[in-house]
């Protein structure tokens, strides 16, 4: 869902502010000193409306330097009215470029001009622009309470367009808190409140949301009938890059309902639309989602033509080379798909050599890792082979890069907020001092309404103060916690690089054993007349090394699952016993967390100990214990289960690896979707393919950004045992459209 919380209250904001400049040139005596005129009001009125003009067409940085100017005139002329308005508009410009680290300075400057000139616009507003603020950092909850509050003190009694635009980002904030029935209570209230003014703009962005909340719900045909009027609205007004969006979102309901026919038709006129605005970046995602759907119904080639649409508007027309490098791997899967190995391999090269230019990592690591795969299905092993070292290379150079640089962050976030604070309490105590002045003049010149209004300033100042050292607390804790994880996650790190010499250790014996046993075999072959006795020590041998290879992945996982798990539960008892004595309650969650982990190493031993007994070695016996999984995991949190097996598979055998990695990167799946996916359904479908074990696991849920989540090590983890059973796991996922995990692997012959 997105929210149409910006351009609103922007518009609204200013014609009411005109009107306040035009009837109220002056302040009263707290003002007395003013100098501005009602030309001066005129004045303020244009500029800032040209400042939303340019703020309209993405141009921040104009927008941002007409606010600032007005502010300083208003401060200069003593304006406060217009000073908080223009503060407004700051804070407003700066949410939409996502810098928030001054928009609360300047919302609660105006919230506290508005609480001093007891106007209810500007108080209203500046509610509402805190509660945006609190939005954009996912403190739902709260940017509700400010919402209301915006409300309750104005907004409700106004009944115009920012009213309709806060009920929909009350809306907007109970979807992102899961809570969807009351998303479309609030969303229903703004449009009905469009409705009642006329705002056939506001109407259309509202039906799309309620038809995004209601798909999100998992009420994917119930959506339609308002994606459709939506639809029908901007087709009236002309909104051409609005019609973009809804068709599109109209077509990925179409691709959960599987009627592609459908989606690929709403697709298409999407992209007619995106194509007629002219806006190259929403040109650029329709392209991607027509390759996106295309590459499911099975139509690669039509898919690559639309890739290289998009990356020749990355070429030309959008400086993005970290997109530009990923369409590029985009790309070169698809050739590989039609086999078209040369495409592939041009496409690879030209990912590899962007990405190195600009440094990329995370693009490099999965060059790496879709190379490998793709020179494994040509059963070109050395090249595979070599892509997949570079992979892991990259791979924990970024792990390490990520650990070093948010220590950085950590202190660096530290200090400049230290400076900070200490310029904002100089600020304040020097108005306090000011204010003292100007109390003392009043009480001499026995005016006690001006001397109490002075007082009353005060005291919002000082409990501004005292707020602010109660956040200084808090961020104070939030550091010292942030910097014990981070140091938790350098003790992980160096674990990790030992496992890693261990591991090509075991490469270079391997390399010397397969070395031995071809000498061995040109021995035997020579020394016929010991051929039998030969035979036996070769037997004997391979008898020994499947014994120690059991040994070595029980020792493995003994390390990575419970090894891991005891240094956590050791750091949690050391910080437990130093809050012991000072924080009883911050120690009892502590403990709570070493009792958590405690329970977790007691289902990794279960795990290990079921993966290694014999009689569990057919797949019958795997589902089980997945449906005993599944019950005490989805089921207990009333999330439906539907599992699809297909008969011939349960007598197939599993070995003993084999059913511990294909149990774990199952298991990682399903906790994944218990705890983050926010589903009311998920399928898991068992079969066969050829010579070849399926598993799909999807779900309803909210989705992700895969790009942006390949750092996790849960799916990092899952990706390298799909590596170690010779298969391959393909994770897709549409925020808000839910999420599938699908594994393929060789069956044991």
């Known amino acids: 869902m997105t929210t149409a919380g910006k351009t609103g209250p922007r518009l609204f904001s200013l ?92 919302d609660s400057l105006s919230l506290l001009a508005g609480l001093q000139l007891k106007d209810s616009l500007l108080i209203g507003l500046s509610y509402y622009q805190l509660g945006l603020l609190a939005s954009y950092q996912q403190r739902f909850t709260e940017a509700n309470e400010l919402f209301n509050k915006a409300l309750d003190i104005h907004f409700e009694k106004a009944q115009g ?30 449009l009905r409140l469009y409705d009642v003014i006329g705002d056939q703009w506001g109407m259309a962005q509202t039906l799309n949301n309620i038809a995004t909340t209601l798909n999100d719900a998992g009420r994917q045909k119930e959506s339609l009938p308002y994606f459709n009027r939506s639809i029908e609205i901007r087709e009236k007004i002309g909104n051409k890059m609005g019609l973009s969006f809804t068709y599109n979102n109209a077509a990925q309901v179409y691709m959960t309902l599987d009627s592609l026919d459908k989606a690929e038709d709403y697709q298409r006129k999407g992209l007619y639309y995106a194509e007629m605005s002219g806006e190259v970046r929403n040109m ?8 996106l759907l295309l590459n499911r119904r099975k139509k690669n080639a039509e898919a690559l033509e639309f890739e290289k649409k998009a990356i020749e508007l990355l070429e030309t027309k959008i400086d993005d080379p970290a997109q530009l490098s990923r369409r590029y791997i985009a790309a070169a899967i698809l050739s590989g798909a039609i086999k078209d190995s040369i495409g592939a391999e041009q496409y690879f090269k030209k990912a590899q050599d962007l990405s190195l230019a600009i440094n990329n990592k995370f693009n490099l690591r999965d060059i790496n890792l879709h190379k490998a795969i793709f020179y494994k299905n040509y059963k070109d092993f050395y090249n595979a082979y070599e892509s997949y070292k570079a992979y892991i290379v990259y791979r924990d150079s970024i792990v390490n890069s990520e650990t070093l640089a948010k ?60 707020l602010q050292e109660l956040r200084i607390k808090q961020q104070d804790e939030e550091l010292e916690k942030s910097l014990l994880l981070a140091q938790t996650k350098e003790q992980q790190l160096k674990l990790a690089e030992k496992e890693k010499l261990l591991k090509e250790e075991q490469l270079q014996n391997q390399k010397q054993l397969r070395n031995g046993l071809i000498a061995g075999t040109i021995l035997i072959i020579i020394l016929a007349v010991v051929l039998f006795n030969r035979f036996q020590l070769k037997k ?16 493995k996982d003994l390390h990575d699952e419970i090894g891991s798990t005891l240094t956590s539960i050791n750091i949690l008892s050391k910080v437990s016993r130093k809050s012991l004595e000072k924080d009883l309650a911050k120690s009892s969650v502590y403990i709570d967390k070493i009792t958590e982990q405690s329970q977790n190493i007691q289902q990794a031993m279960s795990d290990i100990v079921w993966a290694i007994r014999p009689d569990n070695d057919l797949m019958e016996n795997m589902l089980v214990r997945m449906r005993e999984y599944v019950s005490h995991t989805l089921e207990l949190k009333n999330i439906n289960t539907r599992f699809e097996v297909s008969g011939g598979i349960l007598q197939l055998p599993l070995a003993m690896q084999q059913r511990r990695d294909l149990f774990l990167i199952f298991k990682e799946a399903i906790n994944n979707a218990a705890k983050y996916s926010g589903a009311e359904q998920v399928t898991i479908q068992l079969g066969r393919q050829d010579d070849q074990i399926q598993l799909v696991i999807k779900d ?23 590596a170690a059973l010779g298969g391959n796991l393909t994770i897709r996922s549409i925020p808000g459209k839910g999420t599938q995990i699908s594994l393929l692997f060789p069956a044991v012959a």
């Open 407 to 466: 220590i950085a962050d950590i202190e660096t976030k530290y200090e400049t907020e230290k400076k900070d604070r200490a310029i904002q309490q100089l600020n304040a105590e020097q108005k306090i001092k000011q204010l003292e002045l100007e109390k003392q003049k009043a009480i001499i010149a026995r005016n006690m309404l001006e001397a109490k209004r002075k007082q009353d300033e005060i005291d919002l100042l000082v409990r501004s103060a005292e």
């Open 284 to 291: 650029m995602h329709s392209y991607l989602t027509m390759a």
């Open 540 to 555: 004997k041998l391979e008898q020994q090394k499947a014994l120690q290879q059991v040994r070595n992945n029980i020792a």
């Open 15 to 106: 014609l009411l502010g005109l009107l306040c400049f035009l009837i109220a040139p002056c302040e009263g005596k707290a003002q007395s000193q003013s100098s501005y005129t009602v030309h001066d009001s005129l004045r303020i009125f244009e500029i800032l409306d040209r400042s939303d003009k340019h703020a309209n067409v993405s141009e921040y940085d104009t927008a941002l330097s007409l606010a600032t100017q007005m502010l300083n005139f208003c401060i200069q002329k003593k304006f406060l009215r217009g000073e908080a308005h223009s503060r407004i508009k700051i804070a407003d410009f700066l949410l939409a470029r996502k810098q928030l680290k001054n928009v609360a300075y300047h």
């Open 700 to 722: 309803n849920g909210v989705g992700f950004d895969t790009g942006r989540t390949t750092s996790s090590s849960g799916l990092k983890n899952m990706h390298e045992r799909a």
């Open 161 to 190: 367009t920012t009213t309709a635009v806060i009920y929909n980002d009350i809306g907007y904030t109970y979807g992102q808190m899961g809570n969807l029935e009351k998303s479309l209570d609030w969303l229903m209230k703004a």
